[in-house]
């Protein structure tokens, strides 16, 4: 086990972002139209490309263990397909720096992780 350096808070909090299936699809897209802009700062690009991988993560992590997200969504009455997409405040911070951003994207995003 390795200390961290003194000030350092440790890894920062990934907030669920609770997205259907279109949504998620819609923030896949936009992110890889996003990355293909090669003048793209390479940290922001790196955060993109964190945020792809996330959504992958999501899905795998509802077929491996279904039941928590499945109590949310009986709880909240949500439809099937939604699914809790974690992004650290660097991640997020990048899909809105994303010029072509979708504003129900930007709305649902910017929602702090609520629908």
Known sequence: MTALPTGDAGAPTLVPHWLDAPARDLL??????????????????????DV?????????????????????????GWDDDVLPVRLSPAELAAVHTLPGLPTPLRTLLGAGGHR
């Not at 936009?30 to 490309?49: F, G």
């Not at 077929?63 to 909240?76: C, D, E, K, Q």
Request: glycine share 0%; proline share 4%; hydrophobic share 50%.
């Open 52 to 76: 792809l991988t996330e959504l992958h993560v999501a899905a795998a992590r509802e077929a491996v263990w279904p039941a928590s997200t499945a109590r949310v969504r009986l709880a909240t």
């Open 28 to 49: 896949a897209t936009t992110v890889r139209t996003a990355l293909e802009d090669r003048s793209m700062h390479p940290v922001t690009a790196v955060h993109l490309e």
